[in-house]
């Protein structure tokens, strides 16, 4: 009983002890996530305006980079991105569109889940919705608007 147990445990340390070396192997040759910006700030934005932005990355790995999943942290906000592979050295976008018919400030991550060593990647975005009214009524806010 002893020698099946002893037996066990050893064949046990071998696989897993191949199983992490391969991954250390892989890890070099990995594809490699890079975000432009992790964070887009619209600023103060009027409502119904056009909430979408992009967010631009590129694969700095060896290896195809395969983007399985992008999901918000809301309803509020909706990401759209490529399903094909990204080769190396090759840039690509994720548009997310956030839903400003709500008013008052907002912040919202978008978490991206991939086959790169760096996953699960968080972006955010931030700002503040306001009145249609109220965009009218304040130079400061109609400036802060135009350079959006």
């Known amino acids: 009983m002893k020698n099946i147990t002893v037996l066990t445990i050893l064949l046990f340390a071998i696989t897993f002890s191949s199983f992490a070396q391969e991954k250390d192997i892989n890890s070099k040759k990995s594809p490699e996530i890079t975000f432009e910006k992790v964070i887009i700030d619209y600023g103060v934005i009027t409502q119904g305006s056009d909430g979408t932005r992009e967010f631009v990355y590129k694969n700095t790995g060896k290896l195809p ?84």
Request: glycine residues 4%; proline residues 5%; aromatic residues 4%.
């Open 65 to 148: 980079l395969i983007l399985t999943n992008v999901k918000s942290s809301c309803g509020c906000t909706v990401p759209s991105w490529s399903k094909t592979p990204l080769n190396k050295k090759k840039t690509d976008k994720i548009k997310v569109k956030y839903n400003t018919h709500k008013i008052g400030n907002f912040q919202k991550t978008v978490t991206i889940i991939s086959n790169a060593k760096n996953s699960p990647v968080r972006l955010t975005i931030k700002g503040k919705v306001i009145k249609k009214e109220d965009a009218k009524t304040s130079p400061v806010q109609e400036k802060s608007l135009l350079k959006n």
